[in-house]
T-cell receptor
Framework: GAVVSQHPSWVICKSGTSVKIECRSL??????MFWYRQFPKQSLMLMAT?????????EQGVEKDKFLINHASLTLSTLTVTSAHPEDSSFYIC?????????????FGPGTRLTVL | AQTVTQSQPEMSVQEAETVTLSCTYD???????LFWYKQPPSRQMILVIR????KQQNATENRFSVNFQKAAKSFSLKISDSQLGDTAMYFC??????????WGLGTSLAVNP
């Protein structure tokens, strides 16, 4: 399958600072990228859907001003957690999807563990 | 709204034996996709098997097979000849017309030597 990378894999930051997480599709063009959040021993929660060159669509209850998503190219999407607080500590996973019609398989990144002190 | 239910939070199986993980879903759509994903301790999400709803034949991938019952909205995963490397969280997921994945809560599978 296609490969998606995430950077960093693990980040620790102080409360009040901002953290940027990168998601890259390495061998395909991801017209759509998804950002998920996963709490320990829980399922994935979709945060937002981003399409290259347009604004992200956020799921209900997700603060768009806190979780800034940019999908500047067909191979890169970024998630910035602004003014992070301890409750933002979580595992963040991105996935990339190629194609725009019908259903196209999502390829997942390895995730980023964020710890806010 | 679509929902996915996995009623088995934890399961265990002896190495080389067979185990079945259950999944039910609810939807009013007629065309959709169902998936089983594996998430090992590394947390990397791996696609195990995929089923298109319009296909009556159950999908099979080596030791992994599904029992897809469209009328009953059931989609179980059978793992044959279980291996230690199969130890992981297994998530059932649904994708409908909006292409978003709806996830079950997962089943933690332990394969015992």
């Amino acid at each position: 399958g296609a490969v998606v990378s995430q950077h960093p894999s693990w980040v620790i930051c102080k409360s009040g600072t901002s953290v940027k997480i990168e998601c890259r599709s390495l061998d395909f063009q991801a017209t759509t990228m998804f950002w998920y959040r996963q709490f320990p021993k829980q399922s994935l929660m979709l945060m937002a859907t981003s399409n290259e060159g347009s604004k992200a669509t956020y799921e209900q209850g997700v603060e768009k001003d806190k979780f800034l998503i940019n999908h500047a190219s067909l191979t890169l999407s970024t998630l910035t957690v602004t003014s992070a607080h301890p409750e933002d500590s979580s595992f963040y996973i991105c996935s990339g999807e190629a194609g725009t019609s019908g259903y196209n398989e999502q390829f997942f990144g390895p995730g980023t563990r964020l710890t806010v002190l | 709204a679509q929902t996915v239910t996995q009623s088995q939070p934890e399961m265990s199986v002896q190495e080389a034996e067979t185990v079945t993980l259950s999944c039910t879903y609810d939807t009013s759509e007629n065309n959709y996709y169902l998936f089983w994903y594996k998430q090992p301790p590394s947390r990397q999400m791996i696609l195990v098997i995929r089923q298109e709803a319009y296909k009556q034949q159950n999908a099979t991938e080596n030791r992994f097979s599904v029992n897809f019952q469209k009328a009953a909205k059931s989609f179980s995963l059978k793992i044959s000849d279980s291996q230690l490397g199969d130890t992981a969280m297994y998530f059932c997921a649904f994708a409908g017309n909006n292409r978003k994945l709806i996830w079950g809560l997962g089943t933690s599978l332990a394969v015992n030597p």
